[in-house]
């Protein structure tokens, strides 16, 4: 059984700059969710895909905007970015919106914003 | 409002039993879910309470009180190895999706 993978595991961008963080889903599983965790802190919920369609969002504004293709992959894409956006960006995948199950998470990828 | 409150440090000793609590308020509840999460790696997965009681897993054991909004995480025979951020996770409503804690971060000394 494969896990959930992410890439790229580090990046570093400017303010203004655009990224796309990428997740492959373990087998079996048809929801992805992504957070953003800052150093010390817990993962804040950004938003949820479940087949294919975003099914839920936390306090983060437009910019922070997602994917979710038929093999159930899942892009995050942060436009105009700010310093405040340096984080681990966390993937999670389950089944059917995680409901009674627990999230499976990726190794995330740390995003430094100079 | 959510809001999920815990410990920010912990210290105990090795072979001790350390208890970790969490009191939760949340619109809405399906879940609690305990996570473990070493430095620099991901969260992974420890426990799971939806009902009241106590749920063991060998050397870990979760309890939940829905009418308290609380939980605890308990830590049997401590080694080494369990130094690390401890997460308490809540699904609310549905598509809201989990609300992590702050985290707690546990030191177990020699």
């Known amino acids: 059984e494969t896990g959930v993978t992410q890439s790229p595991t580090h990046l570093i961008k400017t303010r203004g700059q655009q990224v796309t963080l990428r997740c492959s889903s373990q087998?079996?599983?048809?929801?992805v969710s992504w957070y953003q965790q800052a150093l010390g802190q817990g993962p804040q919920f950004i938003f949820q895909y479940y087949r294919e369609e975003e099914n839920g969002r936390g306090n983060f504004p437009p910019r922070f905007s997602g994917l979710q293709f038929p093999n159930y992959s899942s892009e995050l894409n942060v436009n105009a970015l700010e310093l405040d956006d340096s984080a681990l960006y966390l993937c999670a995948s389950s089944r059917d919106r995680g409901i009674n199950q627990p999230q499976h998470f990726g190794d995330g990828t740390r995003l430094s914003i100079l | 409002g959510q809001n999920i409150d815990q410990p920010t440090e912990m210290t105990a000793t090795e072979g001790a039993i350390v208890q970790i609590n969490c009191t939760y308020q949340?619109?809405?509840?399906?879940?609690l879910f305990w996570y473990q999460q070493h430095a620099g790696e991901a969260p992974t997965f420890l426990s799971y309470?939806?009902?009241?009681g106590l749920e063991e897993k060998g050397r870990f054991s979760s309890f939940l009180s829905r009418s308290k909004g609380y939980s605890y995480l308990l830590l049997k025979e401590l080694q080494m190895k369990d130094s690390a951020s401890y997460l308490c996770a809540v699904m609310g409503d549905y598509g809201q999706n989990f609300v992590f804690g702050p985290g707690t971060r546990l030191s177990v000394l020699p």
């Open positions: 309470n939806v009902l009241d």
């Open positions: 087998s079996g599983h048809n929801t």
């Open positions: 949340t619109s809405g509840f399906n879940g």
